[in-house]
């Protein structure tokens, strides 16, 4: 947090888990006012005004089977740094040169969940939110994502029909 703060960086840090990162959260808040704002628990309506009013948000967990927080963040163009870990990894292209050029990349994912590896993705989210063209991109990208059900509801329809041995008609409603 230090180093960020140093660099200019704002914080918000809302949720909960291990104490010992909780409590080195609530130090860094004291060490540095008005720059890092700490909210131990769960607060749905706050998660949502937090994420619309942020740059970046960083989901590093160990174990995350699909996770929404991610896809909130996209809606709103709020960059996710997340670690590639279950639905995270599935739902945020990192943002390496190759997909930055095919115009893909939504985020940034890191591997292992190692405060080394962190810090590498942190430093290249920083890099990345250096290049405005890119990152409005990435923004917008993101705020484009089609992360509703339709898809995934019409691929399980079809390979249900398929498993039946139906006939699906791709234009119909059932």
């Known amino acids: 947090c230090d180093e960020l703060v140093e660099r200019g960086a704002r914080l ?9 990162i909780e409590n080195g959260f609530r130090g860094a808040a004291v060490r540095h006012p008005g720059r890092i704002g ?3 628990g769960y607060d749905e309506g706050l998660s949502h005004l937090i994420q619309a009013g942020a740059d970046v948000m960083m989901v590093p967990s160990r174990f995350e089977p699909c996770g929404l927080t991610q896809l909130y963040g996209l809606r709103y163009g709020c960059v996710p740094l997340v670690s590639r870990v279950g639905g995270l990894a599935d739902t945020v292209i990192d943002a390496n040169e190759a997909a930055i050029e095919a115009g893909v990349a939504t985020g940034v994912v890191f591997s292992p969940a190692t405060e080394e590896a962190l810090s590498e993705a942190i430093r290249r989210t920083i890099a990345l939110y250096q290049r405005p063209k890119v990152w409005h991109k ?12 339709d898809a995934s509801a019409e691929k399980y329809a079809a390979l249900y029909a398929s498993l039946l041995g139906l006939e699906r008609d791709a234009d119909s409603d059932d």
Do not use: C, F, N
């Open 138 to 149: 990435m923004q917008r990208r993101g705020m484009k994502s089609d992360v509703s059900w």
């Open 12 to 20: 918000v840090v809302l949720g909960s888990g291990d104490a010992e």
């Open 38 to 40: 700490v909210i131990v």
